[in-house]
């Protein structure tokens, strides 16, 4: 039996794997907004604690655990620094022992982003394949590659698919620069351009949908749902994200000739099948060897790709 966390911005997500990697329990906690590494922590305790109720095993059973986390992550000592979308992180802390203690087994850390590319290559839509590219479709749209059946992370940045270039001086990221595949198709930037359409007396039933649901961002959920009702704007801004995916991810197809390309994420992840095949065909037109194209696939493990992934963080000697 081993567990897996994937510690997000705004929830952790926990599961237990009996010794055939098939999940039997899980639970789902929000990450705390105030306080500081303790507090978050323990809260990352309480949620595995859930998933081992919920697979009806004691805490104990546990062999291991393995955790994602972001910010810059330091999986040899276990240290955790820079993690600025989590409270009070200012600090550099060791959460792998402060997170062994509470759980009463050993943890190891990874990035967040690469296990759950890690989880989708050795358990999910990557089984089979020697070389993949993950597109996580969210907030932002993050990447990870695996070349000849291994993680390439170049000097320790690289698979940062959401700021390839796609439109000269185009629109701003995120991240400050211009042009790049995420100033389109990151839901972060989507909400930023569907607001100022509305500045301008543009029409949307989105942020009424928002409102109805008593939320303050518009997450996965409220695209699907104005999708859904034809909503004229969601349907102007998601075509436009599909566009600049499909140029983007054409291009990395262009440069690695990858096998498997996975598309996943929040926005990826609900949206599902329909979106990934309007994502496959955007990306036709530039593929520099379009008859023989990768094969373009949803997330199979959804959700609890980042989690799943986090338990092949657990060395098998320490299973039992
Ligand atoms: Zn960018």
């Not at 839901?187 to 569907?194: D, G, L, S, V, Y």
Request: charged share 20%; glycine share 16%; proline share 5%.
């Amino acid at each position: 039996m081993k567990g897996g966390i994937d510690l997000g911005g705004t929830k952790v997500q926990a599961v237990v794997l009996d010794d055939r990697s098939k999940v039997v329990g899980q639970a789902k906690r929000s990450t705390p907004t105030e306080g500081g590494p303790t507090d978050v922590i323990a809260e990352m305790a309480g949620t595995i604690a859930d998933a081992c109720v919920d697979a009806g095993v004691d805490s104990s059973a546990l062999t291991g655990l393995g955790v994602g986390s972001p910010g810059a992550v330091d999986g040899d000592s276990g240290i955790v620094t820079e993690a600025r979308n989590l409270p009070g992180w200012d600090e550099p802390f060791p959460m792998a022992a402060a997170l062994s203690e509470l759980v009463h087994c050993p943890v190891r850390l990874g990035n967040d982003v690469q296990v759950a590319v890690d989880g989708e290559f050795v358990l999910g839509a990557g089984r089979g394949s020697r070389s993949l590219l993950a597109v996580w479709w969210g907030t932002g749209v993050g990447g990870g590659i695996i070349l000849d059946g291994k993680p390439w992370i170049g000097r320790g940045a690289g698979g940062e698919i959401g700021h390839i270039v796609i439109k000269l001086g185009g629109a701003r990221c995120p991240c400050g620069r211009r042009g790049c595949m995420e100033a389109y198709a990151g839901r972060a930037a989507m909400e930023t351009k569907a607001r100022k359409l509305v500045k301008q007396g543009k029409r949307t039933n989105l942020f009424r949908i928002m409102k109805n649901r008593e939320r303050t961002r518009l997450t996965s959920g409220i695209w699907y749902r104005a999708l859904d009702q034809k909503d004229a704007m969601a349907e102007k801004l998601i075509d436009r994200a599909i566009a600049a995916l499909g140029a983007g991810v054409a291009s990395v197809v262009n440069v690695l000739d990858v096998e498997t390309v996975v598309i996943g994420g929040g926005l990826g992840t609900r949206l599902g099948e329909p979106y990934v095949r309007r994502i496959e065909k955007a990306m036709r037109p530039h593929l520099f060897v379009p008859e023989r194209p990768p094969n373009v696939v949803p997330a199979a493990l959804g959700d609890l790709s980042g989690a799943i992934g986090a338990t092949l963080l657990v060395p098998p000697t320490l299973l039992q």
